[in-house]
């Protein structure tokens, strides 16, 4: 194509104002707010320029080499490029397939490759930290499966191995999941595997919001441990939405058969090459110390909540995210979270284990540093952090000090560029 063609193509801001005014809105909230969803991150210019790019267009039904359609001499490449990246990363000893679209897809996929209808799985309950694809009754997990759900400890809130293994022995699964969306503590990979022997079971790790930081080494790694391995790649990886499974060679085609033609049909080639950008960016030096960072601020953050009088879950992090439970403060935490927002605090509240009050209503707030520290925000931010966040949920109605901590956090902000944000008028 000419680029005489290409200039009569109207911008999104010609073609569509209103779409692209909904982006640049996007852009400034997360320019001017603190993002504290620990699921969330900036994914960098480069990785959104490949998963918005051309490569869309193409179907590619089957795996390189072995498609349905004509036309992969460049799907191929990009595929196998994203492959060989993430195993260069992770393990060369796992096989890897980047086409889920997601990561429930991703776990779908690993219920397909293993079990039947009505077969024993076993997980780490949502209450208690674990993900819906883990079991829970609303998800298909729940209720295709003989769902077995262990928990963690009332004394110290964490995982209770001791309890795995007995319900393990008891309800001999055929699969067991290890993997956590709001527990601050490292998971025991080795003692899950230990476990999975001991009844037979598939030993599946759940790596979506750890996966940049098992990839910098700040994370025990579960490679060369669990049969499968499962991933988003939007977290703490700094990737686009997408989904990644390695799994050990001998479970290869029982894996690339579930997701395709299992579940899902042609993959998404522009999020496949996002991933591989990813993955490239993931193995620099500057990513090692972004992963180290984002637990140093957790970390740092989480002894400052604690000083000024919240109920830190296990009384710390090892990893990325911090759950706290507000209630000592004398508000809940969905009040909390909306008037956080307001004050340009943006985080989820969430259940705390154990918590007496109900899942819409919960007593807690999960924070979490991947977004912030992407930005190069490091303790002295984490301090007026803690301040900020002890402030709103002390004067959650004061709309005044919102509104001033909003235009304080606003101005930190200008001084910490994200990664990937475009800000400006046509902007999108
Ligand atoms: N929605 C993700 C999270 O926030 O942890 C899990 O899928």
């Not at 801001?13 to 699921?39: F, G, K, Q, V």
Request: one cysteine or more.
């Amino acid at each position: 194509m000419t680029s005489a063609n290409v200039s009569t193509q109207p911008s999104l801001a010609a073609a569509d104002p209103e779409i692209a005014a909904l982006i640049a809105d996007e852009n400034l909230r997360e320019h001017e707010t603190l993002r504290l969803i620990a699921s969330e991150n900036y994914a960098s210019q480069a990785v959104q320029e490949a998963a918005g790019s051309v490569l869309a267009n193409k179907y590619s039904e089957g795996y390189p080499g072995k498609r349905y359609y004509e036309g992969q001499q460049v799907i191929d490449q990009v595929e196998r490029l994203a492959i060989s990246r993430l195993q260069a990363l992770f393990s060369a000893d796992y096989h890897v397939n980047v086409q889920p679209y997601s990561g429930s897809p991703a776990n779908l996929a690993v219920y397909a490759a293993f079990c039947k209808p009505g077969d024993t799985i076993m997980g780490l309950g949502l209450a208690a930290g674990g993900h819906l694809t883990h079991g829970h009754g609303v998800s298909v997990t729940g209720k295709w499966f003989h769902s077995v759900s262990y928990g963690v400890r009332e004394s110290d809130h964490r995982i209770d191995l001791d309890a795995v293994r007995a319900l393990a022995k008891e309800h001999k699964p055929k699969l067991l999941w290890a993997g956590t969306t709001a527990y601050p503590r490292t998971v025991d990979f080795a003692a899950f595997r230990e476990i999975a022997n001991e009844v037979g079971a598939i030993f599946a790790a759940d790596i979506a919001h750890i996966s940049g930081l098992v990839a910098a080494g700040e994370h025990p790694s579960p490679f060369g441990l669990a049969d499968v391995v499962t991933s988003t790649t939007h977290k703490t990886f700094r990737g686009p939405r997408g989904g990644m499974i390695f799994c050990k060679p001998e479970h290869a085609s029982a894996i690339d058969k579930a997701v395709f033609p299992g579940l899902q049909g042609g993959p998404h080639n522009a999020a496949t090459a996002g991933i591989a950008v990813a993955a490239k960016e993931a193995s620099t030096d500057a990513f090692k110390a972004y992963a180290k960072q984002v637990v140093v601020n957790a970390k740092h953050l989480a002894e400052k909540l604690v000083e000024r009088g919240f109920r830190v879950i296990t009384g710390g992090t090892d990893n990325h995210l911090i759950l706290v439970d507000v209630t000592p403060k004398g508000i809940a935490g969905k009040p909390a979270a909306q008037a956080l927002d307001r004050a340009g605090i943006v985080l989820n509240y969430n259940a705390v284990p154990f918590d007496p009050r109900k899942p819409f209503d919960p007593s807690g707030l999960r924070i979490g540093t991947p977004a912030i520290t992407s930005r190069g925000m490091g303790i002295a931010e984490m301090d007026r952090l803690a301040a900020w966040i002890d402030l709103v949920c002390q004067s959650p109605s004061d709309e005044a000090l919102l509104a001033k901590i909003a235009g304080e956090i606003k101005d930190m902000c200008n001084a910490f560029p994200a990664p990937g944000i475009r800000l400006g008028k046509g902007q999108a």
